[in-house]
């Protein structure tokens, strides 16, 4: 006798069904289950003076954007998931980052807003005030 596994949703033979309750094949689960918990805007506080980047209070030492995205977007990164991130500017000026999220035959592609914003971090506030007084 042969036994094959079917995905209850969509009725698909398959070797692997994902989630913990309802087992659902690889397409559905990406369906019904986000591989990610990716915001649709993302802060990306950066200082105007030295361009480091800010992450949970912490001013990084990462400079251009794609380091920057790179460092920025692996805090929603999921064990066992990988990322592969794109970006583009729009007409409007804004700057899309599409994350494309794998984990093993799963995948799916999520979409955010990058929003930039300026702050200057500690080190160089501190200079400028006291070059101001
Ligand atoms: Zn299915
Ligand atoms: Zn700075």
């Given at each position: 006798?042969?036994?094959s596994k079917f995905c209850p949703?969509?009725?698909?033979?398959?070797?692997?069904?994902?989630?913990?309750?309802?087992?659902?094949?690889?397409?559905?689960?990406?369906?019904?289950?986000?591989l990610l918990e990716l915001p649709?805007?993302?802060?990306?506080?950066?200082?105007?003076?030295?361009?480091?980047?800010?992450?949970?209070?912490?001013?990084?030492?990462r400079y251009g954007l794609e380091?920057?995205?790179?460092?920025?977007?692996?805090?929603?990164?999921?064990?066992?998931?990988?990322?592969?991130?794109?970006?583009?500017?729009?007409?409007?000026?804004?700057?899309?980052?599409?994350?494309?999220?794998?984990?093993?035959?799963?995948?799916?592609?999520?979409?955010?807003?990058?929003?930039?914003?300026?702050?200057?971090?500690?080190?160089?506030?501190?200079?400028?005030?006291?070059?101001?007084?």
């Amino acid at each position: 006798m042969e036994l094959s596994k079917f995905c209850p949703r969509c009725g698909r033979e398959t070797d692997n069904l994902y989630g913990d309750k309802k087992k659902l094949c690889a397409g559905c689960y990406t369906d019904e289950n986000d591989l990610l918990e990716l915001p649709d805007v993302v802060e990306h506080v950066t200082c105007p003076v030295c361009g480091r980047l800010k992450m949970e209070g912490k001013w990084l030492e990462r400079y251009g954007l794609e380091e920057q995205l790179g460092e920025r977007f692996s805090e929603f990164n999921q064990d066992g998931v990988e990322m592969r991130l794109q970006y583009w500017e729009e007409e409007d000026g804004t700057t899309q980052v599409r994350v494309h999220a794998s984990a093993g035959e799963m995948q799916d592609t999520y979409d955010a807003e990058l929003r930039p914003k300026q702050e200057q971090c500690q080190p160089c506030s501190r200079f400028s005030s006291s070059f101001y007084k």
